[in-house]
């Protein structure tokens, strides 16, 4: 199956800090999502992004897919950024059709101080 | 819109018990998965429907879980009987029909063996 490695696995900001966070994977995709697990657990949608770039506030995102990378941007960051960063990704599986479940990576883990 | 509900959303059981979670995904949305959560790591796909058909449980211990989705709409998974092992989250989420859809998630449930 396909491998989701993230980096880094913790990063520690000071509130304003901008931040980065990579997702490689090992195959093509035609499914990539970016989350935001919060400290009660709940998994927010950010991105679905599986080519391109895309924008939303502080957010922002680019996956270069013939590279088999995205990249998450925090700009400006705030304590209430800081939770569990997951990169998920899917393509059809060998069946075809709608076999297209997400892989997830182990999540890079932010903490912003105020 | 209303999101994906689940309940409960804490449980805690003695090994060899039985256990049973209830999930109702987004209105509309043809396709439900449920992924297990272990603390540390990231979603793992236990199984995924397609209306009330089974897309992909490869994954899923059949010899303790089960899940169904009765008329395509909610969906139960069970564990009987329940391993230490088996403490994690539940994570339900739903998606539309089509390759590579957003899939959004419900609040999980966070189940305790003892």
């Known amino acids: 199956g396909i491998q989701v490695e993230q980096s880094p696995p913790d990063l520690i900001l000071q509130e304003g800090a901008n931040s980065t966070l990579r997702c490689n994977f090992s195959d093509s995709v035609n499914n990539l999502q970016w989350f935001h697990q919060n400290p009660w657990g709940q998994l927010i949608n950010l991105f679905y992004i599986p080519s391109g770039t895309k924008q939303n506030g502080r957010l922002s995102a680019t996956t270069v897919a013939t590279e088999r990378y995205s990249l998450l941007y925090i700009s400006s960051s705030q304590t209430t950024d800081s939770g569990v960063y997951f990169c998920?990704?899917?393509?059809?599986?060998?069946?075809?059709?709608?076999?297209?479940?997400?892989?997830f990576g182990k999540g890079t883990l932010l903490t912003v101080n105020p | 819109e209303a999101g994906v509900a689940q309940s409960p959303r804490y449980k805690i059981i003695e090994k060899r018990q039985s256990v049973a979670f209830w999930c109702n995904p987004i209105s509309g949305h043809a396709t439900l998965y449920w992924y297990q959560q272990i603390l540390g790591q990231g979603p793992k796909l236990l199984i995924q429907f397609q209306n009330n058909g089974v897309v992909d449980d490869s994954q899923l211990p059949k010899d303790r879980f089960s899940a169904e989705r009765l008329k395509g709409v909610d969906s139960t998974l069970k564990i009987q009987p329940a391993k230490l092992e088996d403490s994690a989250v539940y994570l339900c989420a739903s998606s539309s029909l089509g390759p590579g859809d957003t899939q959004y998630f419900g609040p999980g449930t966070r189940l305790t063996v003892l």
């Open positions: 998920a990704v899917g393509n059809i599986g060998s069946s075809g059709g709608s076999n297209y479940k997400l892989t």
